[in-house]
Every structure is written in C-alpha cells, then in structure tokens.
C-alpha cells in the first residue's frame, strides 16, 4: 500500500466536495460508482465506519485540535476508588489526525475472519483497567512479565473463600472491614469485579490514563491472594494478546472515555466489537501495510490555516516513504504525551483548496513538497440548456471575461448551475451568488462586475446603473465626475443570458 497525499484545488464550484468523496471510496478501495447519490451513500458509509475522518481548517486552528493538546481534567488519578477526586490537571488529548491515526493502526483487512471472530468476542466480558497510577510503571512493568493483572484495592484480606464469588458477602464483609464503606467504594466495588465478576475467558483493557489504551488481555486464572510490599495483594494470571508500544485512542474500540475507577466492567452496547476483533486479528498479521484497512482524512480548506503551525513533526512523517512500516519509517516524541509517534502507511491524506482564497504558490514550500496537486477547474461542458437558457454557453463567456479582467483562480465553477431545473432557479442563483461573489472578486467595483456579466446599457440585463443627481450643498466640493448606482435588477431579461 502506497500511501498517498493529494491536494484538489480550483475556483469555487467546481465539484472539490464531490471529487473528494469520490477520491476518498478509491483510496479507500471501494468499487467505482458514476451515480452522486451512491457516491455519497457510500462515502457515509465510510464515514459512520469511522474510516473516513473529515475536519476545515480555520485561522484559529492549532496543532492541539489536529495532533494532540493539552486539555483541564479534573479528579484524582486512574487508580481512584471511587473515580472522583479533588484536584485539577492537564492531560493530553489526542486530535482529530491522532486519532484517525490510531484507528487506521488497530484497522484489520481479515474481514473473513473477523465475523468469527466477533462472534466469539460477544461472549466475553470486557473489563477496563488501570495496572497502577500513573507513577508507579513498575506495577504495569510487573503485569507484563509475569502476565497477570494485579489490584491494591481490598486490602490484607484473603478473598478466596468460595462464598465472596457473591457480590452480597464481598460488599458484608467489605462494610465489616469499615463501617463507612459502600456499594461504590473501592474495597467493594473493585474488588468484587476482580474476585466475582471477571471469568476465565473474559478480556481485560489496559488503560492508559482516560482516554488510551496500552494493552489487551485474556483472563487464564482465578483469583489469587499473594501479599506484597506495594500493596498489590490480589491478582489474576492472563494472557497478554496484545502489547502497544504507541497506547492507542479509546475511541477505536469503545463509544466514549474510561472513569477513573481502577477496575469496572466495559457496557456491552458502547464496544465496537468489530474494531476490538480488528485490533485483536492484527496481533497476529503484524504491522504490515498490505493487511490493514485504508483510512482517508479529508481537510477542507488546507489553505486558510497556518499549516506549518497545525502540522509540527508531522510535516516529515507523512512522506510516503517515512511511514511506519516503510523502507525509511520515522517516529517522533510527541510534545505533549511524550508518547512515541509514527504516521501508518493505510492513511491517506486529501486536501481541498479555494485558489479564489489563496494562490498554491503561496502555500509552505515543504507542504508543496510532500502532496501532489490535481486542479478542478469549471467545467461548462457538463451543464445543459434549462428552459431555453443554454448554461454551457453562458458560463464560459462569463469565464472568459473574468480572466481577462481578473485571473483563472476567480472562475465560476459549474456546480453552482449543477441543480437548476427552471429559469427561476437560474436566476436565483445569479442573484444569490455568483453576483455577490463577483462583487467580492472585484473589490465591489462594479464597473468590472458590469464588464465580466457583459453589460453595456445603464438599464442592464442584470445591473442596472442609474447615474446620482449632486446635492446642491456639494456643488463646490467634488469635481465633475459623474457618480452611480448599482442596482441588482429584481427581474432579468428574457435574454439575459444570451451570449453576444
């Protein structure tokens, strides 16, 4: 797979919405479709698949909505009992492109194997938890080579009597241990998902703070009480299925954010069971290219942003050849996370660009490097003759004087007629858009407007100029140039659109 990075550019409607959705089925290997409604089906498909990813930049967008940012979080760390705590920090949170990222990473093409394999995953359990806080690594180091799953909540007391596999003698024997104890507290709670409600066979997600995740196990043993000196006394053994080096987005696998409880079973109906098995399948296939699913980011209006400051680091890493798993893969340490970070090859990238807003030759020189550029420019010859209108004729004689008065960049693109099925639709869209966007073209002079619609009378088909009477006060004050009005007519002729 060859990853791609591809620029549409061109005047205002001229199909960039379209083409893009088109592009983004082939990229993503869809068959080819000719009719725009399954076109446009099929791209949400995608998109709802989560597969497809669409953002606009903006002036005011930053690196911390496209890549990653710091974001207040309030609560105790990943391990609290209760998942509420005082206190305020920052977290990082990965953007929309980490995320896609991320998604694209985990994404499996054994689609085959993957209704198996949902299948035999709908009869688990899955549980979330967090092996330690955040500065204890030798607990989560622990867990990894010894393969188990360890809990300090609990307490010195030995649950393995038969009797505690009952929520109703943990939580008798929890509220024996401290009279303030309830349902919720963490010697409870917690405790009673590890002890009595995990089984031999169910799955265990490890955290990485709320919103990743570094892990994935499948439960092998009972529980086990063992006391140690870090007060991780209660355990399970488990088979490491998968181990990331990157943690990944929780949003691939689960609809929202983990709690800050240390332990707790995952809602059913928020698990994306399909992603899960996709996750789970590429253990096995490894990270090579070919066997992952393709991802399409869309960025809408690349140009208006300050795409030297949005991008960071990752202006060298979506080089086709400096994506993981390449012949010159590159990873960086991201600011924030401090988390290492490489760009997959299955994600492809499609920019759109308004050259009425800013010229390509404008653009960072080390984005121009790294895209390749195809121009959509206005194509008349796909419009038709609409109640003895003739479209075609008519938007290539008004293109044709707009670059010679202005430029090629401040065209009028054909899709702005696309829909017209009446002579009032036509005029509508005259009225309410290509005479505004004309008279933002030329700065509001709208002597220039008159030329590019080819007016020649005051009384035009479309503008119509009615020539200002001076005020007697201002007699001395200006000099004899004459000053007009413009009007846009309420009703065009019937030949209004007649070329010649």
């Known amino acids: 797979m060859t990853p791609r990075n591809i620029i549409l550019y061109g005047p205002p409607g001229t199909g960039k919405t379209y083409e893009t959705a088109a592009l983004a089925l082939e990229l993503c290997g869809e068959p080819q479709l000719t009719e725009r409604n399954a076109v446009m089906a099929a791209y949400a498909k995608l998109v709802a698949a989560e597969r497809i990813a669409f953002v606009t930049f903006h002036q005011s967008y930053g690196y911390e909505q496209f890549v990653e940012g710091l974001l207040p979080k309030t609560g105790g760390g990943d391990a609290d009992a209760e998942g509420e705590g005082p206190g305020f920090r920052l977290e990082p949170e990965a953007g929309v492109f980490k995320r896609l990222a991320d998604k694209a990473r985990a994404s499996s093409s054994a689609s085959a194997d993957m209704s198996a394999e949902v299948a035999r995953l709908k009869g688990k359990r899955v549980f979330k938890m967090s092996l330690g806080r955040a500065d204890q690594t030798e607990v989560y180091q622990r867990c990894m080579d010894e393969g188990v799953i360890l809990l300090g909540w609990g307490g010195d007391e030995d649950w393995s009597d038969p009797k505690y596999v ?27 998902a590890l002890r009595g409600n995990m089984r031999i066979g169910d799955l265990v997600i490890v955290s990485d703070g709320n919103s990743r995740f570094r892990a994935i196990g499948e439960v092998t043993g009972d529980y086990k009480f063992e006391r140690s000196p870090d007060g991780f006394n209660h355990s399970r053994t488990v088979r490491w299925l998968k181990v990331f080096d990157q943690s990944l987005d929780v949003a691939t696998i689960f609809d929202g954010q983990f709690t800050m409880r240390s332990l707790y079973q995952l809602d059913p109906k928020r ?27 869309i960025i809408d209006e690349i ?19 400096k994506r993981q ?4 893969a590159l990873e960086v340490t991201l600011p924030y996370s401090k988390e290492p970070f490489s760009v997959p090859a299955n994600l492809h990238i499609i920019g759109t660009m308004n050259t009425a807003d800013r010229s390509i030759a404008l653009l960072d020189t080390a984005l121009r490097r790294r895209f390749e550029f195809r121009e959509l420019m206005p194509r008349p010859d796909l419009l038709s003759v609409v109640e003895g209108v003739d479209l075609k004729a008519f938007l290539s004689g008004l293109n044709d004087r707009i670059e010679y008065l202005f430029d090629r960049d401040h065209q009028i693109g054909h899709a702005f007629f696309m829909g017209c099925t009446s002579r009032e639709h036509i005029d509508q869209v005259m009225t309410q858009k290509v005479i505004p966007l004309l008279v933002e073209y030329f700065y509001e002079d709208w002597e220039k407007v008159r030329l590019a619609l080819g007016e020649t009378q005051d ?20 000099d004899d140039d004459d000053r007009w009005r413009y009007q846009v007519q309420p009703k065009f002729s019937d030949d209004a659109y007649r070329i010649g």
């Open 271 to 297: 698990l994306k069971l399909e992603r899960l098995a996709g996750v789970l399948s590429q253990s096995e296939q490894g990270e090579n290219p070919a066997a992952l699913l393709p991802h399409v980011i």
């Open 459 to 478: 009384d035009g088909r479309f503008i119509r100029r009615t020539k200002l009477r001076r005020p007697g006060a201002l007699d001395d004050a200006f």
């Open 303 to 321: 140009n208006r942003a300050n795409v030297s400051k949005v991008f960071g680091e990752l202006i060298t890493l979506i080089e086709a050849d």
């Open 325 to 328: 798993g390449m012949r010159n």
């Open 166 to 192: 009952a929520y109703d003698e943990v939580y008798k024997r929890g509220r024996e241990l401290d009279a303030e104890a309830t349902g919720n507290s963490g010697h409870i709670s917690q405790l009673w």
